[in-house]
């Protein structure tokens, strides 16, 4: 049985680690929140008392983390993993972080003799109860071949970006034109409905029109359109807009760095920059429609 070390138990990485236990996975979990580390527990898992507790006796580590420093800081340095992991470990690092950041961990690794994937997901907190995420991932195929059974148990489509970074790359322009989308949606709702249409019946239409994208069709904004959105939840769970707002800044540093020209991706930016100032940090990055039509 190949025995797992699950590091970070957040909104996405607890139902991703609880998929791995119900298909018979061992794992052995750890996060700072008693109250995760708890369900895991609950559902089988081993709670660890540290990450380096949890990666004890195991083959492939998967993490899932905030942001580039959190993973630095796990596996790096005379304190970090690398420096206690058996050679031939597999790494998957789940996170969405710059592709920079990706690489250098991977260098890393190699360096201590393991193997490395950087795997970012798409399909939100419901894609990971599900089972059903995207995995974009950079690194070997080799690599990704050995870990396709345990990506395939938390997701639905699995793409091999490239090498290292590539799966991080491929991510942030996809949350880029994401960002994007919404924003966009939000703002034409918005302008229908204060020349008096119905924003469900414009939503349908422009479903069924040139308009048509995802966030119109299956994540609609607009407060009661679609019930299972998180708009008509009061913009609760989801993917939040300071998380969103992370992702555009990556692509931001992506572009200035490539000397890539995007206009649209840096004004999504400001505008959820604006969004999360107001104090809407915490909620789903479909509540961007609060900018164009300010609710009571």
Avoid at 43 to 63: E, F, K, P, T
Avoid at 182 to 204: C, F, Q, R
Wanted: aromatic content about 6%; proline content about 4%; charged content about 15%.
């Amino acid at each position: 049985m190949t025995h797992i070390a699950f590091i970070g138990l957040g909104n996405m990485g607890g139902p991703m680690a609880l998929n791995l236990v119900a298909k018979g996975f061992s794992v052995a979990a750890f996060d700072l929140s008693a109250e995760a580390l708890a369900r895991l527990q609950t559902a089988g898992a081993r709670a660890a008392s540290s990450a380096l507790d949890a990666v004890q006796g195991a083959s492939v580590v998967i993490s899932m983390l905030p942001a580039g420093k959190h993973v630095q800081a796990l596996y790096l340095g005379e304190q970090g993993l690398f420096a206690s992991l058996p050679k031939g470990t597999l790494v998957i690092d789940c996170s969405t972080i710059a592709a920079s950041d990706a690489r250098k961990v991977a260098e890393a690794a190699a360096a201590a003799g393991l193997r490395m994937l950087d795997a970012p997901v798409s399909g939100g907190t419901a894609g990971a109860a599900a089972g059903t995420l995207t995995f974009i991932v950079g690194g070997a195929e080799a690599d990704l071949a050995e870990a396709r059974p345990l990506l395939e148990t938390m997701g639905k489509n699995i793409f091999h970006a490239g090498g290292n970074g590539a799966g991080q790359t491929a991510k942030i322009c996809n949350n880029m034109l994401l960002g994007i989308l919404m924003a966009g949606t939000a703002e034409a709702l918005a302008l229908g409905v204060k020349n008096g249409l119905d924003p469900k019946v414009l939503s349908d239409i422009m479903s069924k029109s040139s308009g048509r994208n995802w966030a119109l069709e299956l994540y609609n904004p607009w407060p009661g359109v679609m019930d299972t959105a998180p708009a008509s939840r009061g913009y609760s769970g989801g993917f939040m807009t300071a998380l969103m707002l992370k992702d555009l800044g990556l692509a931001e540093t992506t572009a200035l760095d490539s000397h890539a020209a995007t206009p649209l991706g840096t004004l999504a930016r400001n505008l959820y920059e604006s969004h999360a100032a107001a104090g809407h940090g915490q909620l789903d990055f479909s509540s961007i429609l609060q900018y164009f039509h300010p609710q009571d």
